[in-house]
T-cell receptor, first 114, second 114 residues
Protein backbone atom coordinates (compact mmCIF):
# COMPACT_ATOMS: atom_id res chain seq x y z
CA UNK A 1 0.00 0.00 0.00
CA UNK A 2 0.91 3.66 -0.14
CA UNK A 3 3.06 5.17 2.56
CA UNK A 4 4.70 8.47 3.48
CA UNK A 5 7.78 8.78 5.67
CA UNK A 6 8.84 12.07 7.20
CA UNK A 7 11.89 12.93 9.26
CA UNK A 8 11.18 12.85 12.95
CA UNK A 9 11.01 16.04 14.90
CA UNK A 10 11.14 18.30 16.57
CA UNK A 11 13.28 20.36 14.26
CA UNK A 12 14.62 23.33 16.20
CA UNK A 13 16.07 26.31 14.33
CA UNK A 14 17.01 29.89 14.92
CA UNK A 15 15.21 32.62 13.04
CA UNK A 16 16.51 33.13 9.46
CA UNK A 17 18.01 29.63 9.32
CA UNK A 18 17.52 27.33 6.32
CA UNK A 19 14.87 24.65 6.69
CA UNK A 20 14.65 21.20 5.16
CA UNK A 21 12.05 18.62 6.19
CA UNK A 22 12.54 15.33 4.37
CA UNK A 23 9.65 13.35 2.94
CA UNK A 24 9.78 10.14 0.94
CA UNK A 25 6.90 8.08 -0.34
CA UNK A 26 5.90 4.77 -1.86
CA UNK A 27 2.91 4.60 -4.14
CA UNK A 28 1.55 2.81 -7.16
CA UNK A 29 0.86 4.92 -10.17
CA UNK A 30 1.38 8.66 -10.25
CA UNK A 31 0.22 10.30 -7.05
CA UNK A 32 -0.15 13.98 -6.29
CA UNK A 33 1.96 15.19 -3.38
CA UNK A 34 1.07 17.75 -0.73
CA UNK A 35 2.48 19.57 2.27
CA UNK A 36 0.07 20.67 4.97
CA UNK A 37 0.78 22.87 7.99
CA UNK A 38 -0.98 22.71 11.35
CA UNK A 39 -0.72 25.61 13.78
CA UNK A 40 -1.53 25.02 17.46
CA UNK A 41 -5.22 24.54 18.10
CA UNK A 42 -6.12 24.52 14.42
CA UNK A 43 -6.78 22.06 11.62
CA UNK A 44 -4.41 21.30 8.77
CA UNK A 45 -4.05 23.84 5.99
CA UNK A 46 -2.76 23.10 2.53
CA UNK A 47 0.67 24.70 2.15
CA UNK A 48 1.65 23.56 -1.35
CA UNK A 49 1.18 20.75 -3.82
CA UNK A 50 2.67 19.15 -6.92
CA UNK A 51 0.81 16.88 -9.30
CA UNK A 52 3.51 15.41 -11.53
CA UNK A 53 7.21 14.65 -11.65
CA UNK A 54 9.56 17.66 -11.57
CA UNK A 55 6.74 20.01 -10.57
CA UNK A 56 7.72 22.51 -7.90
CA UNK A 57 5.09 23.62 -5.44
CA UNK A 58 5.65 26.91 -3.63
CA UNK A 59 3.84 29.14 -1.17
CA UNK A 60 4.85 31.67 1.51
CA UNK A 61 8.54 31.10 0.83
CA UNK A 62 8.25 27.32 1.15
CA UNK A 63 9.13 25.07 -1.78
CA UNK A 64 9.07 21.37 -2.57
CA UNK A 65 9.95 19.55 -5.79
CA UNK A 66 8.32 16.28 -6.87
CA UNK A 67 11.28 13.93 -7.47
CA UNK A 68 10.05 10.70 -9.02
CA UNK A 69 13.51 9.18 -9.33
CA UNK A 70 14.11 9.43 -5.58
CA UNK A 71 10.40 9.26 -4.59
CA UNK A 72 10.87 12.38 -2.49
CA UNK A 73 9.11 15.68 -1.84
CA UNK A 74 11.33 17.53 0.62
CA UNK A 75 10.09 20.82 2.06
CA UNK A 76 12.50 23.76 2.09
CA UNK A 77 12.54 27.38 3.13
CA UNK A 78 15.48 29.71 2.84
CA UNK A 79 14.87 31.79 5.97
CA UNK A 80 12.43 30.66 8.65
CA UNK A 81 10.51 32.95 10.97
CA UNK A 82 9.17 32.39 14.47
CA UNK A 83 5.68 32.39 12.96
CA UNK A 84 6.60 29.27 10.95
CA UNK A 85 6.59 27.23 14.16
CA UNK A 86 4.01 24.52 13.51
CA UNK A 87 3.63 20.85 12.59
CA UNK A 88 4.18 19.99 8.93
CA UNK A 89 2.57 16.98 7.25
CA UNK A 90 3.59 15.42 3.96
CA UNK A 91 0.80 13.59 2.12
CA UNK A 92 0.00 11.86 -1.15
CA UNK A 93 -3.15 11.16 -3.06
CA UNK A 94 -3.44 8.50 -5.73
CA UNK A 95 -4.07 9.39 -9.32
CA UNK A 96 -7.27 8.72 -11.26
CA UNK A 97 -8.59 5.29 -10.52
CA UNK A 98 -6.87 5.19 -7.17
CA UNK A 99 -8.20 5.65 -3.68
CA UNK A 100 -9.71 8.99 -2.70
CA UNK A 101 -8.24 8.51 0.75
CA UNK A 102 -4.95 10.39 1.09
CA UNK A 103 -1.98 9.00 2.97
CA UNK A 104 -0.36 11.28 5.55
CA UNK A 105 3.03 11.18 7.16
CA UNK A 106 3.27 11.36 10.96
CA UNK A 107 4.09 15.06 10.93
CA UNK A 108 7.26 16.98 11.79
CA UNK A 109 7.20 19.63 14.48
CA UNK A 110 9.18 22.80 13.68
CA UNK A 111 10.22 25.16 16.47
CA UNK A 112 11.82 28.45 15.49
CA UNK A 113 13.56 30.52 18.18
CA UNK A 114 14.06 34.30 17.91
CA UNK B 1 -16.09 32.22 2.40
CA UNK B 2 -17.19 29.40 4.68
CA UNK B 3 -14.65 26.66 5.07
CA UNK B 4 -15.20 23.34 6.78
CA UNK B 5 -17.17 23.97 9.95
CA UNK B 6 -16.91 21.67 12.92
CA UNK B 7 -18.82 21.91 16.16
CA UNK B 8 -18.48 21.89 18.99
CA UNK B 9 -14.84 22.99 19.26
CA UNK B 10 -14.58 21.43 22.69
CA UNK B 11 -16.72 18.65 24.11
CA UNK B 12 -16.54 17.17 27.59
CA UNK B 13 -18.27 13.89 28.38
CA UNK B 14 -18.28 11.47 31.27
CA UNK B 15 -17.48 7.83 30.73
CA UNK B 16 -20.49 5.98 29.34
CA UNK B 17 -22.10 9.01 27.71
CA UNK B 18 -22.50 9.62 24.00
CA UNK B 19 -20.51 12.13 21.97
CA UNK B 20 -21.80 13.65 18.73
CA UNK B 21 -19.41 15.58 16.53
CA UNK B 22 -20.69 17.60 13.58
CA UNK B 23 -19.05 18.62 10.35
CA UNK B 24 -20.35 20.81 7.53
CA UNK B 25 -18.15 20.48 4.44
CA UNK B 26 -17.12 23.32 2.19
CA UNK B 27 -19.71 24.41 -0.33
CA UNK B 28 -19.50 22.22 -3.41
CA UNK B 29 -17.64 19.42 -1.67
CA UNK B 30 -19.23 15.99 -1.69
CA UNK B 31 -16.50 13.96 0.03
CA UNK B 32 -16.10 14.00 3.81
CA UNK B 33 -13.34 12.37 5.86
CA UNK B 34 -12.96 11.97 9.60
CA UNK B 35 -9.58 11.69 11.34
CA UNK B 36 -8.42 11.28 14.92
CA UNK B 37 -5.30 12.92 16.26
CA UNK B 38 -3.67 12.12 19.57
CA UNK B 39 -1.02 14.39 21.16
CA UNK B 40 2.38 14.02 19.53
CA UNK B 41 0.92 11.67 16.93
CA UNK B 42 -0.12 12.04 13.34
CA UNK B 43 -3.53 11.81 11.81
CA UNK B 44 -5.31 8.51 11.86
CA UNK B 45 -7.90 8.00 9.12
CA UNK B 46 -11.25 6.81 10.42
CA UNK B 47 -13.95 6.99 7.75
CA UNK B 48 -14.68 8.37 4.29
CA UNK B 49 -18.22 9.28 3.27
CA UNK B 50 -20.14 10.70 0.40
CA UNK B 51 -23.74 11.87 0.63
CA UNK B 52 -25.82 9.04 2.16
CA UNK B 53 -22.99 6.53 1.66
CA UNK B 54 -20.11 5.22 3.70
CA UNK B 55 -17.34 4.56 1.20
CA UNK B 56 -14.57 3.35 3.50
CA UNK B 57 -14.72 2.86 7.26
CA UNK B 58 -11.61 0.73 7.58
CA UNK B 59 -10.07 3.07 10.17
CA UNK B 60 -13.03 3.19 12.49
CA UNK B 61 -13.36 0.90 15.53
CA UNK B 62 -16.01 -1.74 14.94
CA UNK B 63 -17.86 -0.99 18.16
CA UNK B 64 -19.27 2.22 19.60
CA UNK B 65 -18.27 4.39 16.61
CA UNK B 66 -20.53 5.29 13.72
CA UNK B 67 -20.66 7.99 11.06
CA UNK B 68 -23.22 9.34 8.66
CA UNK B 69 -23.50 12.00 5.99
CA UNK B 70 -27.22 12.48 5.31
CA UNK B 71 -28.73 14.03 2.23
CA UNK B 72 -29.50 17.15 4.23
CA UNK B 73 -27.42 18.48 7.08
CA UNK B 74 -23.92 17.94 8.40
CA UNK B 75 -21.90 14.78 8.70
CA UNK B 76 -22.05 13.28 12.18
CA UNK B 77 -19.43 11.20 13.97
CA UNK B 78 -21.06 9.43 16.89
CA UNK B 79 -19.26 7.74 19.74
CA UNK B 80 -21.40 5.73 22.13
CA UNK B 81 -20.45 4.80 25.70
CA UNK B 82 -17.29 6.86 25.60
CA UNK B 83 -14.17 5.73 27.44
CA UNK B 84 -11.07 7.64 28.54
CA UNK B 85 -9.16 6.39 25.51
CA UNK B 86 -11.54 8.26 23.20
CA UNK B 87 -10.06 11.58 24.35
CA UNK B 88 -8.49 13.12 21.27
CA UNK B 89 -8.89 15.79 18.63
CA UNK B 90 -11.24 14.75 15.85
CA UNK B 91 -10.84 16.46 12.50
CA UNK B 92 -13.15 16.54 9.56
CA UNK B 93 -11.96 17.28 6.03
CA UNK B 94 -13.78 17.69 2.75
CA UNK B 95 -12.77 17.62 -0.89
CA UNK B 96 -14.24 17.85 -4.34
CA UNK B 97 -15.34 14.81 -6.25
CA UNK B 98 -12.17 14.56 -8.31
CA UNK B 99 -9.00 12.60 -8.00
CA UNK B 100 -5.91 14.21 -6.48
CA UNK B 101 -7.75 17.10 -4.88
CA UNK B 102 -6.36 18.57 -1.66
CA UNK B 103 -8.38 18.28 1.49
CA UNK B 104 -9.79 21.20 3.40
CA UNK B 105 -9.83 20.73 7.15
CA UNK B 106 -11.99 22.06 9.93
CA UNK B 107 -10.46 23.25 13.19
CA UNK B 108 -11.42 20.05 14.94
CA UNK B 109 -13.37 19.00 18.00
CA UNK B 110 -11.36 18.40 21.17
CA UNK B 111 -13.08 15.60 23.03
CA UNK B 112 -12.26 15.14 26.71
CA UNK B 113 -13.58 12.22 28.71
CA UNK B 114 -13.81 12.64 32.46
Amino acid sequence: GDSVTQMEGPVTLSEEAFLTINCTYTATGYPSLFWYVQYPGEGLQLLLKATKADDKGSNKGFEATYRKETTSFHLEKGSVQVSDSAVYFCALSDGPGGSYIPTFGRGTSLIVHP
Amino acid sequence: NAGVMQNPRHLVRRRGQEARLRCSPMKGHSHVYWYRQLPEEGLKFMVYLQKENIIDESGMPKERFSAEFPKEGPSILRIQQVVRGDSAAYFCASSQKKANQPQHFGDGTRLSIL
